[in-house]
């Protein structure tokens, strides 16, 4: 069996490391890894497929920094030559971004079966361009690889399974969620950073565009984050875009700890020892779940709605007021949630990998 993985994002990479990782115990599979160049990353050097234990690369398509559909359109181009001359059995995709969306397409126009690991999740929202791709992408997949129940109802709401040819039905499982089996890894590499760091610090990060593209919203978070900041420190990695969209602003920074982005084991070890989470990413607030971390979600809805629903993540939006009150009402460490089993204990891979060779 030869697998195409579509990869264009350091999230994804990691994810996929997980299931490289158990693809590499069985010698009758081949996996091919192809690398869009969606998000440059300068921490995706050697050294990181090194110390991460992922699969370097075996093509780089180097499409990056282009609109929606000039990056999508070329990665379309592409992908498909890489496809008509590897022949692959499946075409792997991962999560939402526009390198999936190409995969998909590519797959459905070549009838190259189609797995989707992170399929069925929703956040109804369809302004975000994720939202879009993982839609389209969940479509025209053969494999819905679900990482929670919720996914997997998602689906049924929406009349999901569908047939895609005469003998042909969808498949959907939940499989329990790729991030834990390598958050579970990825935990004994962790690396502490070499900046000042206080006892029971707060980690934040903020990057998504419904909010650093919008000047109340920013500004609303920020005004929050240096309140709380008087009380406990904020260490902030940040983007340079959105270093310099604060910049231009003005905003008020004074009481936090904002630094460059780290490696993911620097940020793995921040996780792990930090005493909550304030995000607006959507794999931030499953891994501070995983590590037993309370989290305030910076959005206005979240994929994760399992993790609303048991009280150890708290959605505030950018309201200055809701984003202090759930920092003052915040939870204790959250470990008794952990028996609840709500991503598949670390066996996401294995099932993925069982599932691809037995269908």
Same mark, same amino acid.
């Given at each position: 069996m030869k697998i195409?993985?579509?990869?264009g994002a350091?999230?994804?990479?990691i994810k996929a490391g997980s299931v490289s990782r158990?693809?590499?115990k ?11 160049g969606?998000h ?5 050097s ?6 991460m234990?992922i ?5 780089f398509?180097?499409i990056g920094g282009k609109?929606?559909g ?5 990665m379309?181009e592409k992908i498909e030559e890489v496809?008509l001359s ?14 999936t969306?190409?995969?998909? !397409?590519v797959?459905?126009k070549?009838?190259i079966?189609l797995?989707?690991? +992170? $399929?069925? @999740?929703?956040?109804f ?10 839609i389209?992408t969940d479509r025209?997949?053969?494999i819905?690889?679900?990482p929670?129940d ?6 049924k709401?929406?009349g999901?399974?569908f047939k895609l040819?005469?003998n042909n039905?969808?498949l959907i ?6 991030m834990q089996?390598?958050?579970?890894f990825?935990k ?6 070499t900046f000042e760091?206080?006892?029971?610090? !707060?980690?934040?990060t903020i990057?998504r ?5 919008? +000047? $109340?919203? @920013?500004?609303s978070i920020f ?5 709380i900041?008087k009380?406990?420190?904020i260490?902030?990695?940040l983007?340079?875009r959105?270093?310099?969209?604060i ?7 004074e ?14 070890w921040?996780i ?5 989470v304030m995000?607006?990413s959507g794999g931030?607030?499953?891994e501070?779940?995983?590590?037993s971390?309370?989290?305030i979600?910076?959005r206005d ?9 048991i009280?150890?993540?708290v959605l ?8 202090i ?8 460490p959250i470990?008794?949630h952990?028996?609840?089993n709500l991503y598949?204990?670390g066996k996401?891979?294995e099932?993925?990998?069982?599932t691809?060779?037995?269908y």
């Open positions: 195409l993985t579509i990869l350091r999230p994804q990479f158990e693809i590499a069985y010698k009758e599979i081949i996996e091919v890894i192809v690398h869009t969606q440059y990353d300068a921490n995706m050697d050294i990181f497929f090194d110390q234990q699969p370097k690369p075996d093509y398509l180097g609109s929606h000039a990056m999508t359109g070329q379309i496809a590897e022949k692959p059995d499946w075409m792997l995709v991962y999560g939402d971004t526009n390198s969306l190409a995969g998909a !397409i797959a459905s070549l009838h079966k797995a989707h690991i +992170e $399929a069925g @999740l929703r956040s929202n369809m302004k975000m361009p994720e939202e879009v791709n993982r389209l025209v997949s053969d819905l690889f679900c929670t919720a996914a997997v109802q998602n689906l709401n929406e999901f399974p040819s005469t039905n969808q499982t939940n499989v329990g969620d790729v089996d390598g958050a579970i990825y004994n590499l962790a690396v502490k950073p760091i206080k006892k029971d610090f !707060i980690l934040c990057h565009a419904e909010n650093t593209d919008d +000047e $109340a919203r @920013l500004k005004e929050a984050l240096n309140e900041a009380d406990k420190q260490i902030l990695p983007h340079p959105t270093k310099k969209i910049e231009n602003l003005k905003l008020n920074t009481n936090l700890t904002m630094i460059d982005p780290v490696g993911y084991l620097e940020m793995v921040l792990d020892n930090c005493e909550l995000t607006d931030l607030q499953k501070a779940y995983f590590f971390k309370p989290c979600t910076l809805e979240t994929e994760w709605v399992e993790l609303v629903d009280g150890v993540n505030v939006g950018a309201n200055k007021d809701k984003i009150d759930a920092y003052k009402n915040r939870q204790s470990t008794r952990q028996s609840l598949g204990g996401a891979s099932t993925i990998i069982k691809l060779l037995e």
